[in-house]
């Protein structure tokens, strides 16, 4: 009995120690424009919140349900175009077109993903690469609606409830929003019923089948969740740069998303967020080095995943869960 009661009063201390912490960098994240910061840092800090919202929403079909997507970059332009065209023919304000994007893209995930995702492995990667070419070849060519490659220029800055987004801090704390409401949302799916059947698919589809689970319905879900919030980032990067042409929602802009999540750790959310921090924040720091600038930083990204594989934060998630499930059993017994 004795022994019980120590290992309960050691599990309380991790909540209390994971409490304390998310409510300093809740604070330093509220103070943080009050920080003698110009405008290209807190350009480069709303680019990592942008960023940050489309690792977490790959990271939730690719590290957390295992289903590798190599077009993430087509929802983020699905949701920029969406956005940019209501604003500009509509007049729509960005308090109704971020949703409308958010879930135009989401449906359109929907419909891709029905067909596809009863592929499994390279086979549906391969679809959503040949997805996001196809939708960078429509809006480059589709000149009547999206302008083709001259882009959409002048889009409105959001109005919120009357209220004018102009400064870089107004935009700062939107996208801190955005990115506290993605967290929160797959942070509370992945510990629900719905996660654990995410989970269940990723680590052995055929034994989550034989386990009665739906593997198709809920591959499908975690795939339009995803497309939600990248649609909801493309919006807001619309309204922010007031800008957007083919070009910046590439191939290489889903591999770039894809960086992110493997190098800080696939099916980890913090583990999303320190690698887009690092992709983000990395080139601009090595920019003293000229010429050799993106040498350095392949190399770098090489040594770290030559020797953190499993990406900066992987693996940790799967620890603090297991705690808590002793917790748990602890408490049961």
Not at 30 to 35: A, V
Not at 257 to 275: D, F, H, P, Q, R
């Amino acid at each position: 009995m004795e022994t019980i009661i120590k290992k309960l009063d050691k599990k309380k201390k991790i909540p209390k120690a994971k409490a304390a912490l998310l409510g300093s960098l809740v604070l330093v994240l509220l103070l943080l424009p009050l920080f003698s910061i110009n405008n290209f840092q807190m350009r480069m800090i709303i680019m990592v919140g942008i960023y940050m919202v489309l690792a977490m929403s790959l990271n939730l079909i690719t590290g957390y349900t295992g289903q590798l997507s190599l077009g993430h970059a087509a929802f983020y332009g699905i949701g920029a175009y969406t956005s940019a065209i209501l604003s500009m023919r509509f007049g729509m304000s960005f308090m109704i077109t971020a949703p409308i994007a958010a879930i135009l893209s989401a449906f359109v995930a929907l419909l891709l993903g029905i067909p596809t995702l009863k592929l499994q492995g390279a086979y549906f990667a391969i679809v959503t690469l040949g997805f996001s070419e196809i939708v960078r070849i429509i809006a480059l060519n589709w000149i009547q609606l999206t302008r083709g490659p001259m882009g959409i220029p002048g889009i409105a800055r959001p109005l919120i409830f009357g209220y004018q987004i102009s400064s870089s801090k107004d935009y700062y704390y939107l996208i801190l929003a955005l990115v506290v409401i993605t967290y929160l949302s797959i942070y509370r799916i992945m510990h629900s019923r719905l996660g654990r059947a995410f989970s269940a698919i990723r680590e052995d589809e055929l034994a989550a089948q034989a386990m009665g689970v739906d593997t198709l319905k809920y591959k499908i879900l975690s795939f339009t969740i995803a497309a939600f919030f990248a649609g909801l980032a493309g919006s807001f990067y619309a309204h922010y740069i007031t800008y957007i042409d083919p070009q910046s929602f590439t191939f290489n802009e889903s591999i770039q998303i894809l960086s992110m999540v493997v190098l800080g750790g696939m099916g980890n959310m913090w583990g999303a967020m320190v690698g887009t921090i690092i992709l983000v924040i990395a080139p601009e720091m090595l920019r003293f080095l000229e010429d050799y600038r993106m040498v350095m930083y392949g190399a770098v990204l090489i040594i770290m995943m030559l020797t953190r594989p499993q990406g900066i934060l992987g693996g940790i998630q799967f620890k603090l869960d297991r705690e808590e499930e002793d917790h748990h059993e602890t408490a049961r017994s």
